[in-house]
């Protein structure tokens, strides 16, 4: 079965810094898709990024990059030049070409001022 | 476009009762799942539906049911209420122009068992 793995429970960075969030997944799929969703107190999720798993070339929004390294089955997040509503949980997503996603535990992100 | 919205936005029931949840997906969307997530805890897939069918069913009992309408909105339904089903239940749609790879989710209905 596939699972997904989000080992830093908690990351604090200060604003205007980059923060790196970490997610593993486990699959025995080829084909697939990864999502990092954003989820403020207010909780609605909200769709940061998403790379599908056949294209090599890490998937960019803004401020907001992809380290997408399959063979590791790793799919990390950077955000650069942190701001103050960037803090929120961050959920880490996985996909098959149809059916459920799978959501990691989630880590929380802490902006200092 | 309008986005995916839920109601009620919070919900008290006591245990044994029978409870339902509304969502609206998202303007042409066909598919809909519903999440639970409890607390401190990522989201957990119940089931989902495309086009009125049970498109796919996660690890939850059959007290949990759904449905969904010809206009894509879709209801889930939980009997028999126990204490563990107090989470934020998610609705999420897809099937717009970026196919039905990617969810958008609604804010959510805050359902407390007591």
């Known amino acids: 079965a596939q699972t997904v793995t989000q080992s830093q429970p908690e990351m604090s960075v200060q604003e205007a810094e980059t923060v790196t969030l970490s997610c593993t997944y486990d699959?025995?799929?080829?084909?697939?898709?990864l999502f990092w969703y954003k989820q403020p107190p207010s909780r609605q999720m909200i769709l940061v990024i998403r790379?599908?798993?056949?294209?090599?070339q890490n998937a960019t929004e803004n401020r907001f990059s992809v380290n997408f390294q399959k063979a590791a089955k790793s799919f990390s997040l950077k955000i650069s030049d942190s701001q103050l509503g960037d803090a929120a949980m961050y959920f880490c997503?996985?996909?098959?070409?149809?059916?459920?996603?799978?959501f990691g535990t989630g880590t929380r992100l802490k902006v200092l001022a | 476009e309008t986005g995916v919205t839920q109601s009620p936005t919070h919900l008290i029931k006591t245990r044994g009762q029978q409870v339902t949840l509304r969502c609206s997906s998202q303007?042409?969307?066909?598919?809909v799942s519903w999440y639970q997530q409890a607390l401190g805890q990522g989201p957990q897939f119940i089931f989902q539906?495309?086009?009125?069918?049970?498109?796919g069913r996660g690890n939850f009992p059959p007290r949990f049911s759904g449905l969904q309408f010809p206009n894509y909105s879709s209801e889930l339904n939980v009997n028999a209420l126990e204490l563990d089903d107090s989470a934020l239940y998610l609705c999420?749609?897809?099937?717009?122009?970026?196919?039905?790879?990617?969810?958008?989710f609604g804010p959510g209905t805050r359902l407390t068992v007591l």
């Open positions: 999420a749609s897809s099937g717009g122009l970026l196919g039905t790879d990617t969810q958008y």
């Open positions: 699959t025995s799929e080829s084909d697939y898709y």
């Open positions: 997503a996985y996909r098959r070409r149809t059916y459920k996603y799978i």
């Open positions: 303007s042409g969307h066909n598919t």
């Open positions: 790379q599908e798993a056949y294209k090599q």
């Open positions: 539906y495309y086009r009125e069918e049970e498109n």
